[in-house]
């Protein structure tokens, strides 16, 4: 896991330099508006090599996504709206909140009572964001 948290900070230091006045110009004139478009292109890219069951392209495809996420991020961290760590943190905490089956002990009959669990959490946190949940 270690390798996996260095290879991760590798990327998001490449993306901050990227981004540094002395960096990339284009990169640096990038916007979210800008960007939408490449954030579609990659996903419909990724989802052509998993239709085509290619796993070095889907390999490539992951990373390219990958890089336009941690790309985001990091312009919304520079208008201060938020940073990286806090889009992972809050996904963690949804991904816990919603499968209690696996870490709160909670049990699952069949896949759809596991589905049916799903969306009433899901509702829930629609009426209770998690934000309001917190001290």
């Not at 260095?6 to 990227?18: G, P």
């Not at 696996?102 to 509702?123: D, P, T, Y």
């Amino acid at each position: 896991m270690e390798a996996n948290g260095v290879a991760f900070e590798q990327l998001v230091a490449i993306v901050t330099r990227l981004r540094a006045p002395d960096g990339c110009p284009w990169d640096r004139k990038q916007t979210p508006t800008t960007f939408k478009s490449y954030l579609l292109e990659e996903t419909h890219e990724l989802l052509e090599a998993i239709a085509q069951d290619d796993h070095e392209h889907i390999r490539e495809e992951l990373g390219d996504l990958l890089f336009q996420i941690v790309f985001l991020a990091n312009l919304y961290a520079e208008q201060n709206a938020f940073n990286l760590k806090e889009v992972i943190e809050e996904i963690t905490a949804k991904m816990i909140r919603r499968h209690p089956h696996v870490f709160a002990g909670r049990r699952i009959e069949s896949e759809q009572e596991l589905r049916e669990q799903w969306l009433a959490i899901k509702a829930e946190e629609k009426k209770n964001p998690p934000l309001d949940r917190t001290p």
